[in-house]
């Protein structure tokens, strides 16, 4: 496994099993084919966050891209807004959701993004994880690769302390393309938050899934001990639940993990996760096992220490741009 130290073949979607998603939500856009070619895709913005099933949080999230350094091109909620099995729409995106009556994810990709690139929506059969095949004629981010997955989940506690409702192998495949993996996993870990003090609970309720991401060569982009929820009621301290993970092919491409836009008025902040060719990235990949300092990263993990940690800025109060179905 590696800590960063910075912020098989798809198979096609059968209709049949298409649900409650609407129609206009499972046609595929292919390339305009007037336009031949799509372009090569050597930058990509992304951004996940849980809105904790509100209308407010999903529309405060999208106008607070016109903040942003760079405009995203696919979003993954965790706990969108659902009303009558139908989720928000926002201008200018399309949305993607598991076949049920209430998803529990759900991403939203750029209308742009859609016209230039194939985008294929691939469902476990449950309302808590949605896979994205993105692929292209061409290569993508100068590489050999012509597609790379996205997994979006939102992982809970079951009955049974022990399991979750997405297993670790579900989420962590062995895959020999590019794959990222994020979501609020609801797992805590010294390898994510150094300084907490862990239960027995929540050392064996993560442990699976830490470990399925070593042996499965998977690296944690995010910055150890850097918060991602800020509870709003109770008396439970700050945690790092919201998680992203890159395989080997995919890490190369990494170009940044960062938490800079402004509250939604959720108890979650939004992560923006930058991709780029290799050769716009500074700094070069770690390899297998270690961190970015060249330490092996259960070394690096006994002498690190946690970044300041930032409160979470006051909500923004947006009042239009959503349709509420």
């Keep these: 496994m590696v800590l960063s130290p910075w912020r098989s073949q798809a198979l096609p979607l059968h209709l049949a099993i298409v649900g409650f998603v609407p129609e206009m939500n499972n046609r595929l856009m292919p390339f305009p084919p007037e336009q031949g070619l799509a372009p090569a ?97 061409g290569p993508l981010f100068g590489t050999a690769f012509h597609s790379f997955r996205v997994i979006n989940a939102y992982s809970t506690n079951t009955l049974d302390h022990r399991v979750h409702s997405v297993s670790p192998e579900i989420l962590f495949p062995d895959l020999g393309f590019p794959l990222l993996v994020v979501g609020d996993l609801n797992i805590h870990n010294l390898l994510s938050d150094p300084l907490r003090h862990f239960s027995n609970r929540e050392i064996s309720s993560s442990t699976p899934y830490f470990e399925k991401v070593a042996e499965s060569g998977f690296a944690l982009l995010n910055p150890p001990g850097e918060y991602t929820r800020f509870p709003l009621v109770g008396n439970a301290g700050p945690s790092v639940i919201d998680l992203a993970f890159a395989n080997s092919p995919l890490l190369p491409l990494i170009k940044s993990w960062e938490a800079s836009l402004p509250s939604t008025g959720s108890d979650h902040i939004p992560i923006t996760i930058t991709l780029a060719a290799p050769s716009l990235n500074q700094k070069p990949p770690a390899r297998a096992g270690q961190t970015r300092t060249g330490k092996p990263w259960t070394q690096s993990l006994r002498a690190s220490r946690s970044r300041p940690h930032h409160h979470a800025p006051p909500p923004y109060n947006w009042t239009n741009g959503c349709q509420n179905p």
């Design 41 to 137: 895709l050597a930058f990509l913005s992304i951004i996940q966050h849980n809105c904790l099933g509100s209308w407010n949080v999903f529309l405060s999230l999208f106008e607070s891209f016109k903040v942003a350094t760079t405009y995203p091109s696919i979003v993954l909620l965790q706990d969108p807004p659902v009303n009558k099995a139908h989720l928000p729409s926002f201008n200018g995106f399309k949305s993607f959701f598991p076949p049920v009556r209430k998803p529990r994810v759900a991403a939203y990709v750029h209308m742009s993004f859609l016209s230039n690139y194939t985008v294929l929506p691939r469902f476990k059969g449950i309302d808590d994880v949605l896979a994205l095949n993105v692929s292209s004629d």
